[in-house]
């Protein structure tokens, strides 16, 4: 039998591990607690924490930012209207 997949949309609240609707106190302590486990000071320089590390900072630019995160959540919607998970 076939499984049919959802497909999911990578986005910033997905890199924090944060609901879209939680509080910016949420995303921050999520971001803190990230940073400090993917840290790459904590993995002998890896490359590979470099670039996590550069996309929660990212990530939490974007959603600290009121304008640039409702640009986000409207790109979101608009993409899961794309993909027909949304009418």
Known sequence: PTVSRRPKIAHYYGRLKAAPDAPPQVSRAAYKAL????????HQGSVRHE???AAL??????????ERRAAHDAWIRQEEIRLGLRE
């Open 57 to 66: 900072n990212k990530a939490q630019e974007v959603l600290l930012d009121p």
């Open 51 to 53: 670039i996590v590390l």
């Open 35 to 42: 940073v400090q486990k993917y840290h790459p000071d904590r």
